[in-house]
């Protein structure tokens, strides 16, 4: 093959190379088709030789190390953008279970014009640190609505602490918010009895509590939010849906706000 030869299927070589690297996303139906393109670009009367094609593209990808980077940005974005729009139709869909659960409790102005839901574990270390930026924002701003979902994803103790809690807000949702601040606020490990011991101070009945806590309910709404948070691709806490958009992660007051501001303009 002479280097006319060669350097005429340099391109062809690459963009297979980008195949076979995964960067031709989609179905397989789709690389099928792009792998049908990039043979057809080659001459007709070149043949390729594997050796040398795979040395064009070693050669290639080692001088060019940055085509590999903008793949992988531009495959990146592409998921995003993918993840964007099935949150837009989830969040469409199940609406009512994410803004509007009977078990999540509420703070701020529970008639607030823009909602802000917040999916946590009582014993998240970053939830902890996030409740002030709820305190700031709820205080801030008299038209924010803001919802907390339980998400127990820390192991046994947090669900059994999560099961008093909704438990709680059941009989006593006007008081939920103080219980809220004191378990996540405590020190410690959130647990069933740390749990059942802030509902009892803030006076309820402990018999009435444990029997409501045996409610299937419960459960119910538990496994509905885990099947939302896995539809959300929300792993861990706290997590955040603003308008129609999901937020990962602590990120802060100023971040929230900005999305908060975002979701009014929107409305």
């Known amino acids: 093959m002479n280097k006319a030869i060669l350097l005429g299927t340099t391109g062809v070589a690459v963009a297979l190379a980008m195949l076979g690297f995964g960067f031709v996303t989609g179905s397989p139906q789709t690389a099928k088709a792009d792998a049908v393109q990039i043979a057809q670009a080659a001459p007709a009367d070149t043949k390729i030789d594997r050796a040398e094609v795979e040395g064009i593209i070693r050669d290639y990808l080692l001088k060019n190390p940055e085509v590999l980077l903008e793949a992988q940005e531009a495959l990146e974005a592409k998921q995003k953008e993918a993840q964007r729009l099935a949150s837009l139709a989830i969040i469409k869909d199940a609406k009512d279970q994410i803004f509007n659960s009977a078990f999540d409790g509420v703070v701020g102005n529970p008639n607030g014009k823009v909602t802000i839901v917040e999916f946590y574990d009582y014993n998240c270390g970053y939830c902890k640190r996030a409740m002030e930026d709820m305190k700031t924002l709820t205080t801030a701003d008299p038209d924010l609505r803001f919802v907390l979902k339980e998400f127990p994803i820390l192991g046994p103790d947090s669900q059994k602490a999560s099961v008093v809690s909704m438990a709680f807000h059941l009989m006593m949702p006007e008081k939920y918010g103080e219980f ?88």
């Open 180 to 267: 809220h601040n004191a378990l996540l606020g405590a020190q410690g490990r959130a647990t069933e009895a740390a749990a059942i011991k802030v509902a009892l101070s803030l006076g309820a009945d402990e018999a009435t509590l444990r029997e409501k806590m045996k409610d299937p309910s419960i459960a119910e709404a538990l496994s509905k939010t885990y099947d939302i948070a896995n539809k959300l691709a929300i792993t861990g806490t706290p997590s955040y849906v603003v308008g129609n958009e999901v937020v990962f992660g602590a990120l802060g007051q100023q971040v929230l706000a900005e999305k908060i501001e975002a979701a009014k303009a929107a409305l």
